[in-house]
């Protein structure tokens, strides 16, 4: 009798410790079948306020979730890979990661951020890669564009995104290619409209105008992502605050004379001593971007990402979480960005081998926050005007579109102080 009675209560003890108290969503390359899936679900655990834990460095980048038959349930709907795990296990995992030999840490997420995605009206979801890989990993967000942004709008958003915009007022440099093509006259056309609606004599003033509201929102604690040429023409914007860069073909009049010399790059986010490209026929803002110069073929094309240490720099830690620190490459209008006019307090967490190209930039400034990065789409790697979208359930473990998400989860993370 007493023997059964020991046999009952060893399996209750074990029925207790086996119990299933987590879900852990893997990040490695071998296990999760659908990364950028298992971002969108970690958002909608946010949103349904449940405890959310970034596991940095361990199993790629990993999530701890609480085991709720709604998340299983949730996984299971949108393809999502999970490991159930016990008390003990998880305790296993948190003791490992905690060591002082592991370069990992735990960052708590406990709040859901507001996104918006700076976008004209009437775009494609495939115009732009961060619209497109937020609604493919079913993570909301509004659009907003100049009118809203003017209106203070943003004290509404945590993070804003930069749709490839041209801040300058010239119209993406396309003037060579498609000053004829009809969407060309017709866009340059809607914009003087809007420009005109909201009280500025030229396209290029309402833009400088859209990017210091921007600045501000950075300043005051705002987080923003640009990719392509919203993130050199942006810095340029800001530098060239109340000078006339614009030739004729772009807004009726020539540029301020010498207008190289006017520029204060004291304004802008993460380039210095940058040298305009003056030309109007050039596609090209600055000599900021590596395009032209880089001469690397697709097959080579590769970016490498910098390794930080997860307890003392958790901030670059979780911009960098991947299942691979190799990136393939992918060209834009901005697709790199030299090094020599990166301010020196701006982070390089991604660069080429081959040419010393920087891919993937963060910096701080004031209470916020941005990043910049090169290309245009991670898994097209040319992409041209009018060329058909990237079908994201062929790149569902896209380690470059991973970068993006580790940027829209990043302002919902309980902050460390940086150390470097």
């Not at 003990?88 to 905690?98: F, G, M, P, V, W």
């Not at 914009?191 to 909201?198: G, S």
């Not at 060239?240 to 006017?262: E, H, L, R, T, W």
């Not at 010393?356 to 245009?376: D, N, P, S, V």
Request: glycine residues 6%.
């Amino acid at each position: 009798m007493v023997a059964k009675r020991f046999f009952l209560l060893s399996l209750i003890l074990l029925s207790f410790t086996a119990h299933a108290s987590f879900i852990l969503l893997p990040m490695d390359e071998s296990t999760q079948k659908n990364h950028l899936k298992a971002y969108g679900i970690t958002y909608w655990c946010l949103s349904k306020n449940y405890k959310v834990n970034w596991l940095l460095n361990y199993r790629g980048g990993s999530f701890l979730l609480p085991d709720v038959s709604e998340i299983r349930k949730e996984c299971q709907i949108r393809g999502v890979s999970f490991e159930i795990l016990s008390d003990a296990e998880q305790d296993l995992i948190r003791k490992e990661i905690a060591s002082p030999s592991q370069n990992m840490e735990t960052v708590v997420l406990e709040r859901v951020p507001k996104i918006a995605v700076y976008t004209p009206k009437g775009k494609q979801p495939w115009d732009d890669a961060v619209t497109l890989v937020l609604t493919y990993a079913e993570i909301p967000f509004t659009t907003i564009y100049d009118e809203e942004i003017l209106n203070d709008q943003l004290l509404l958003y945590d993070w804003l995104h930069l749709h490839h915009e041209d801040f300058t007022g010239q119209y993406g440099k396309f003037y060579a290619a498609y000053k004829n093509v009809p969407w060309y006259i017709e866009q340059k056309k809607a914009a003087e409209v809007l420009a005109h609606k909201l009280n500025f004599e030229k396209v290029s003033q309402q833009k400088g105008a859209v990017a210091k509201k921007i600045k501000n929102f950075v300043i005051g604690g705002g987080f923003m992502f640009a990719m392509c040429s919203a993130t050199d023409s942006f810095d340029i914007a800001l530098a060239a605050d109340g000078v006339d860069i614009c030739g004729p073909m772009f807004d009726g009049d020539d540029s301020d004379p010498n207008y190289q010399a006017k520029m204060n790059y004291a304004n802008s986010f993460a380039f210095k001593d940058f040298i305009l490209e003056r030309r109007p026929d050039k596609y090209e803002f600055s000599d900021i971007d590596m395009t032209d110069l880089r001469k690397i073929p697709m097959e080579k094309d590769y970016f490498t990402l910098m390794e930080y240490s997860a307890k003392w720099d958790p901030i670059p830690s979780m911009l960098c979480q991947n299942h691979t620190q190799i990136i393939k490459g992918f060209m834009g209008q901005t697709t790199a960005y030299n090094p020599a006019v990166v301010k020196s307090n701006v982070l390089v967490m991604g660069s080429c081998a081959l040419n010393g190209e920087a891919r993937y930039l963060h910096g701080e400034k004031g209470k916020g926050m941005f990043t910049f990065y090169g290309g245009h789409d991670p898994e097209d790697f040319q992409h041209r005007v009018g060329d058909t979208p990237t079908v994201l359930d062929l790149h569902a473990n896209s380690p470059g579109y991973r970068l993006i998400l580790n940027n829209v989860l990043f302002p919902a993370a309980r902050k460390k102080k940086q150390k470097t």
